[in-house]
DNA sequence: ATGGCTACGATCCGTAGA
């Protein structure tokens, strides 16, 4: 199985390019953030005659979360349960056997502010809800924008990042909370280039100086783990004309035989 | 100089993202 995540900063700027790239890289399940879009204006026509079926947790705006699947997607959950929230950043289904949950974390906006505490309290519902899922599914991927570059080796320049926003001690403790789940991040299970990053700045040329962090992460289960074969990121959609801000992370895996 | 884009939904600027 080949399982992507994308943030695509409004699905109807960037339908088009998430045509194209579903084409190209055929992902079989593809996790969508920041639709800013509520679920009646979801694409349906055009993703289902590019092969995709789609479950939506939408939202006017703000947020907006999906999980597109070319098989048959079952057991769909919308935010996390037992949490209350009025954005919509959560949604869960069962794809082959696999559990997918797809998030889009806070933002955090600045270190102390109440949009990081919230982002805090978020990670802890999350990493609570995540062990439940554990527990009743082995096979379990967790795939979106956490907005936590884990480790400094993920951030551009680490001196400018120092103590911010997506670094802070407690946001990166948030996310080895996560790990010690039991949860892998894909990527770092293999051998990988210096300096890659899944998001950059639209401005300050961002981009072009390579300028980013590494913040859309597919974390495994122990058991999608060691089933795992390969971990990227696809920065071909960023090079685009009007591009999201992020680029795809792409986790693949074997099936159980 | 704490800015610089981009998207949205409201107007012709404010909010939010990261």
Known sequence: MKLATWNVNSIKVRLPQLLEWLATARPDVLCLQELKSEEPKFPRAELDAAGYAGAVNGQKTYNGVAILSRTPIAEVVAGIPGFADEQKRVIAATVQGVRVVCVYCPN??????????????????????????????????????????????????????????????????????????????????????????????????????????????????????????????????????????????????????
């Open 108 to 257: 955090g906006q600045a270190v102390g502010s109440d949009k990081y505490e919230y982002k805090l309290r978020w990670f802890a519902a999350l990493k609570d809800h995540l062990a439940a899922e554990l527990g009743s599914h082995p096979r379990l991927a967790v795939a979106g924008d956490f907005n936590v570059a884990p480790e400094d080796r993920d951030v551009h320049d680490p001196k400018v990042w120092e103590g911010q926003v997506h670094v802070s001690g407690p946001e990166r403790a948030a996310w080895r909370a996560l790990l010690a789940l039991g949860l892998k991040d894909s990527f770092r299970l293999f051998e990988q280039p210096e300096k890659v990053y899944s998001w950059w700045d639209y401005r300050m040329m961002g981009f072009r100086r390579n300028a980013g962090l590494r913040i859309d992460h597919v974390l495994l289960s122990e058991e999608l783990a060691r089933a795992c074969t390969a971990s990227t990121v696809d920065k071909a959609p960023r090079k685009l004309e009007r591009p999201s801000d992020h680029a795809p992370a792409i986790a693949e895996f074997t099936s159980p035989r």
